[in-house]
């Protein structure tokens, strides 16, 4: 029975089988065939042998006839009865006939044959036929007669009649019948001896091709199976012989690729092990050594596979405080994957942190079979969670907790000023001017500047206090359990001393202030966002009230900010509306009072309607509307201009200010150029004003302000020393003007310091060779004191107020143009 | 003496033999036949070269030997063979017999011969029963059909009663010219059988037959009724044993006996069957020698009928 288990026996029966099955088929056929086919061939034989012979009978009989009748006229003519009786008996030998009769010319019987010639003299019918040939044959009931003429030439003396019996035939037939029924039988025996010895022969023959084919199938399935147990007990170098080119030399080139694969795939283990720190471990119940992967080898620092590592020696390799934990796992029944983590000191001294995972493998008696698992490094990934940990909870520069993490703790002191009683305070921190320093000496200084702020209010606050950057120059604190020593104002003078003295960064001495909103809780706010929000309030209310100051929440505060909110949306319907007009200002020549330009000043309503700039232009500025406004007012300017050209002021100038946020508008230039060709305008037509910050912006308003420059447009300086200014910005962008400020020109007369910068500024366009320009000019004086120090321009109310475009037009109407003031230079 | 003696001793044997030759060593007997079948003679050996044999087998014990059958195609040739002697012993009809014995002067009739069952026959003369022929005499004219020339019955005999009815005869130029025979001689056919002369005058191309009883009695019955004997001959011996040369007495005294014993021999009678079913050998008698006597008177008329 084993021998049938063997898959070359099962192919060898199944390929003989069927081999036999369908060479059994064809011999059936065949034989099948061939008996019918034989058996049929009896009857036809027969048939065919009784129709030739008949067919010679009577070919022989004619044939006879003519010799006879050649034999028999002499005798008959002599009347020869001896040679007539002997010619018939030589007939009666050689013809076996039933009857032989020589008749005479008138069919009457000459003789029989026999010594009594019986019927001499009677009368034979002759077919008349007979006449027209020389013999014919007549079937009698039971054979044939044969009639023939005995004659010489022309002249018949008589007739013979021949009567034949079929009984001859029928006994040769009879005899050929038995004969062939015997060769019948002779042929089924040998026939059923052949159908034997072929089904013998096909057995043999089938026994031998499917044995031979099962050799050759069931060989390489052999090897197969051989190769497969030497692949799965891990030997993947064995190779299989792929000569053959079919299905199963294909299957074992692939099962060779595939070990190849493996062997690769298990290179690539190792090496991820190595890379993931990570490997495998087993232990079997009695044994006092663990199986360990080349990965757990390398976490333990050990060379890979040296020697059968014992449980104790890992046991050992854990800090002692984890080794119990350890030897349980390695050793222990789980129903579940079980995973804790623990420290093991290598070989070569390192603690490292590992992640020990086992699960177990029981008999259904709960006999255990086997303890297996994983062991990770999880050192690097243990630090890089705590690296994550900071990154996502501290801000980077400053080391200080960040929004995530400041708020967090917020929460906490809200839920728990909440549920305990007591009361939290919120410092919303600003430092005031930080842009302008971080623009002005550059990313480096401001991020010195901001971790040595966060330092200075750090050793300010207390351990207990939660101080947090929440991006940009803004600092958050918090204040738990405020009382009378911690009171929030106290705190926040703190805060702003704190940062009042100078910085000495970058060599030099920078002074920065704070603004402080505060916000308490639960007095000013019943949720953390709220909180968060009257803070914000706070710290922009103190913003406004003045540098260095610090304001408290109030309703108050909630208005203002609820009415700058409404203003938002005011203005934003305003500007669907199209409720924003320019009113423009005369810009005259400070020695004659001839219009050179005009400045564009965008004004919202009229006359009590009317909204303030100081109100609406900030809330422009601080949602973003403002880049809205930009095409309008270009094209409003234009507009101005083109009226103007027509009333005979074809040289006059327009100027309109822009902001950073405006000027750093990508589509600016574009929008500059489609105004100019719209109203024919030329580039120095147009004077765009800046402040001096914002060119100090970014990369992008520097960009433009070079492009318009390239184009020809004028560029002009407002409120020129107020802020940070750069010098070399003023030769770098070809700057055209230079405006001096309202408010020094309008306490010039009185206050020597703004005298003194007054005239520094216009004295400084003059040596750059560029117009200075004084606005707010309400009094003649100012005027005077202007002229003489060599200001070029003046606008102001001593000339003419703001106003809308047709009163421009009639004011401009009263004054004869000046065709020298647009390439009149400065004085 | 005694040297004559010694010399002389083989020659006087030698002379001596030489005279006892005739005595030591006789000469082989010869029998004649003239074969009936003059083309075919195996015929002829079939018939008596048992009966040849068996004479010799019988002659042997005496010291004589029968030599080679000598068997003629003619009777002429038979009778230039007895007259060299190369024939000793003669079977053969009366007729024949009788004519060898005038044209050789060497036979000796010895013994009559029952053949085919015969030991004496007659001839009939037979015409159709419608024929106006009543008697011998009224053949002159006519047509006779004979078997051929060298039978006894149905030709030597038939002829010798022609002229002893005092008839002139003639053989007939052709062989088809029954009813047209000129003159008083009486015209005569060969038929070559027997068979065909009853079938001749049965179909009218001859008047008459004549051919011996026992023929009559073999005519087959289809034509017999329509046929009738008008004319019987005297009878005639059915057949002769001659000797037809000189044989020593004692030796056919021997010879004699052994062939009127033949009969009484199984073997013999064997031999006998074989030739032309011969039944036996008797002796003539008186009234035998007597008959022969009438037809060698018969024959010499004949031979003068034919002479003239």
Redesign the interface.
């Known amino acids: 029975m084993p021998a049938f288990r063997r898959l070359s026996t099962k192919y060898a029966v199944a390929i003989a089988a069927v081999l036999l099955l369908g060479m059994a088929l064809v011999l059936a056929l065949a034989g099948y065939f061939v008996y019918r086919g034989t058996n049929e061939l009896r009857d036809e034989l027969a048939a065919s042998f009784s129709e030739i012979q008949s067919q010679y009978d009577q070919r022989t009989l004619r044939a006879s006839s003519t010799y006879l009748s050649r034999r028999l006229f002499n005798p008959l003519y002599?009347?020869?009865?001896?040679?007539l009786?002997a010619e018939i008996a030589r007939i009666n030998a050689w013809l076996e006939p039933r009857s032989v009769l020589i008749l005479d010319e008138q069919g009457g019987v000459v003789t029989d044959g026999t010594?009594?010639?019986?019927?001499?003299?009677r009368i034979a019918s002759v077919p008349e036929r007979l006449s027209e040939q020389p013999s014919l044959i007549e079937e009698t009931e039971n054979g044939d007669r044969l009639y023939f003429r005995i004659a010489h030439g022309d002249e018949t003396i008589g007739y013979g009649r021949i009567d034949f019996s079929d009984a001859r035939e029928r006994a040769l037939l009879k005899g050929m019948h038995a004969q062939i029924e015997a060769a019948w039988e002779r042929f089924e025996d040998w026939f059923l001896s052949i159908g034997a010895i072929g089904l013998i022969v096909a057995l043999l023959v089938s026994l031998a091709i499917g044995w031979r084919l099962s050799i050759s199938l069931s060989r390489p399935l052999r090897e197969m199976s051989d190769a497969a147990e030497q692949f799965a007990s891990g030997n993947l170098s064995h190779q299989l012989p792929t000569q053959a080119e079919d299905e199963l030399g294909r299957l074992a080139a692939s099962l060779n690729r595939m070990a190849a694969d493996l062997q690769k795939a298990g290179r690539v283990l190792h090496r991820a092990q190595e890379i993931a720190a990570f490997g495998s471990w087993e232990w079997r119940p009695g044994r006092e050594t663990l199986q360990l992967s080349h990965g757990v080898y390398l976490i333990l620092g050990l060379d890979s596979g040296t020697e059968p590592y014992r449980i104790d020696d890992l046991v050992q390799a854990a800090i002692p405080q984890d080794r119990d934990q350890l030897a349980q796992v390695l050793q222990g029944a789980f129903e579940t994957m079980v995973s804790f983590e623990l420290r093991i000191r290598r070989r070569d001294g390192k603690l490292r942190t590992v992640r020990i995972k086992g699960e177990s493998e029981c008999e259904e008696n709960g006999r255990l079979v086997a303890s297996f698992g994983t062991i990770q490094d999880i050192t690097e990934q243990q630090q890089a969670q705590a690296q994550l940990m900071r990154l996502a909870n501290f801000d980077t520069l400053t080391g200080l907790p960040n929004r995530n993490l400041f708020y967090d703790r917020l929460r906490h002191a809200v839920q728990k000023t909440r549920r305990d009683g007591g009361q939290v305070a919120l410092f919303f921190l600003d430092l005031d001017r930080f842009k302008e320093i971080n623009d002005a000496l550059g990313h480096d200084v401001g991020d010195a500047l901001l971790r040595t702020a966060a330092q200075r209010l750090s050793d300010m606050v207390r351990g207990c206090d939660t101080l947090a950057r929440m991006g940009g120059d803004e600092f958050t604190l918090m204040i738990e359990g405020v009382s009378a020593t911690q009171s929030p104002s106290a705190v926040a003078c703190k805060l702003i001393d704190a940062l009042s003295a100078p910085f000495e960064l970058a060599g030099q001495e920078l002074f920065v202030s704070a603004s402080v909103g505060i916000a308490l809780f639960p007095q000013d706010a019943d949720d953390l966002e709220t909180l968060i929000k009257h803070a914000d309030i706070a710290m922009y209310a103190a913003k406004e009230k003045g540098e260095g100051s610090f304001r408290f929440f109030t309703s108050a505060l909630q208005r203002t900010a609820s009415e700058r909110l409404a203003l938002e949306h005011q203005l934003r319907a305003a500007l669907d509306q199209g409720e924003l007009r320019l009113q423009f200002q005369p810009q005259v020549r400070v020695e004659d009072a001839v219009p050179v330009g005009i400045e564009a000043l965008l004004r919202w309503g009229d006359g009590e309607s009317s909204v303030s700039p100081g109100r609406f232009v900030p809330v422009l500025e601080s949602s973003g509307l403002i880049t809205r406004v930009t095409q309008p007012v270009l094209r409003e300017a234009g507009a101005a201009l083109a009226a103007s050209r027509v009333r005979g002021f074809a040289d006059l100038r327009v100027s309109v200010n822009l902001s950073a946020r405006q000027l750093r508008q990508p589509e600016l230039i574009g929008q500059i150029e489609s105004t100019l060709a719209e109203f024919d305008l030329r580039p120095e037509q147009l004077e765009i004003e800046i402040t001096e910050s914002t060119l100090l912006d970014n990369e992008q308003c520097q960009s433009n302000a070079v492009q318009l420059a390239a184009l020809g447009v004028r560029l002009a300086i407002d409120d020129f020393g107020t802020g940070y200014s750069s010098l070399t910005y003023l030769k770098r962008f070809d700057v055209d003007a230079l405006k001096v400020d309202r408010s020094f020109v309008k306490d010039m007369l009185e206050d020597q310091d703004d005298a003194l910068i007054v005239h520094a500024v216009v004295g400084l366009a003059s040596g750059l060779g560029i117009e200075s320009v004084a606005e707010g000019v309400e009094l003649a004086a100012q005027r005077a004191q202007l002229r003489k120090q060599g200001c070029d321009l003046i606008q102001g109310y001593l000339i003419a107020r703001p106003m809308p475009l047709p009163e421009l037009l009639d004011w401009l109407d009263a004054r004869p143009p000046d065709h020298d003031a647009a390439t009149m230079g400065p004085s | 003496m005694s040297v004559l003696s010694r010399q002389s001793a083989p020659l006087a044997l030698l002379i001596g033999l030489t005279l006892c030759w005739p005595v030591l060593a006789l000469e082989p007997l010869r029998l004649g036949v003239i074969n009936e079948r003059p083309d075919r003679p195996a015929y002829a050996l079939g018939l008596y070269g048992p009966l040849n044999a068996y004479l010799d087998a019988q002659l042997r014990p005496l010291g004589q030997r029968m030599g080679d059958l000598v068997i003629a195609r003619s009777l002429d040739e038979m009778a230039v063979r007895i007259s060299d002697g190369t024939v000793d012993l003669l079977l053969e009809g009366v007729m024949p017999t009788l004519k060898l014995r005038r044209k050789t002067g060497r036979i000796d009739v010895h013994l009559l011969v029952w053949r085919k069952g015969q030991r004496q026959y007659h001839t009939v003369f037979f015409a159709r029963r419608e024929s106006s022929i009543q008697r011998i005499e009224q053949l002159r004219g006519k047509v006779v059909v004979f078997e051929s020339p060298r039978s006894t019955s149905a030709y030597d005999v038939p002829r010798a009663a022609l002229i002893e009815a005092g008839l002139e005869f003639a053989e007939q130029p052709g062989?088809d010219t029954a009813g047209a025979v000129d003159g008083d001689r009486v015209r005569f056919l060969f038929?070559?059988?027997e068979?065909?002369q009853a079938?001749?005058v049965h179909?009218g191309?001859a008047h008459a037959g004549a051919f011996n009883n026992g023929d009559w009695e073999?005519t087959?019955?289809?034509?017999k009724p329509e046929l009738r004997i008008f004319h019987r001959t005297r009878p005639i011996l059915r057949w002769l044993f001659s000797f037809a040369g000189p044989v020593d007495p004692a030796l056919r005294a021997q010879l004699v006996e052994i062939l009127n014993g033949m009969h009484q021999d199984p073997e013999g009678r064997a031999a006998l069957a074989a030739a032309s079913r011969i039944a036996k050998f008797e002796p003539l008698t008186s009234a035998d020698r007597a008959n022969l006597t009438y037809w060698d008177e018969a024959l010499e008329r004949l031979e003068a009928g034919a002479g003239e």
């Not at chain 1, 010594?115 to 003299?121: D, K, M, P």
């Not at chain 2, 087959?220 to 034509?223: D, G, Q, S």
Request: aromatic share 6%.
């Open positions: 002599h009347l020869d009865m001896t040679a009786n010594l009594a010639n019986a019927g001499h003299g | 062989a038929a070559g059988s068979l065909n079938y001749w179909a191309r073999r087959p019955e289809a034509i």
